[in-house]
């Protein structure tokens, strides 16, 4: 099984862009260098609760 960092690296998102992971020493849970978006969506079963980082693009 691999490794959350090893799997981040397999995963491809919208536009062919990787998942960024950085590890900050001392970071409690998770850190966000941009924004996040708190909403929900609906992906087709029913309403549910979403988050993104917003990208400055």
């Known amino acids: ?5 090893e799997w981040a690296d397999t995963v491809l998102k919208e536009n062919d862009s990787q998942i960024e ?3 900050i020493e001392n970071m409690a849970h998770g ?3 941009k ?3 708190v909403s929900t969506r609906d992906f087709g079963r029913g ?3 979403v988050s ?3 990208s400055a693009v």
Do not use: A, E, K
Not at 1 to 5: A, C, G, I, K, Q
């Open 47 to 49: 309403t549910i609760g």
């Open 52 to 54: 993104s980082v917003l």
């Open 31 to 33: 850190g966000f260098t």
């Open 35 to 37: 924004p996040l978006n």
């Open 21 to 23: 992971i950085r590890y």
């Open 1 to 5: 099984m691999p490794t959350t960092l």
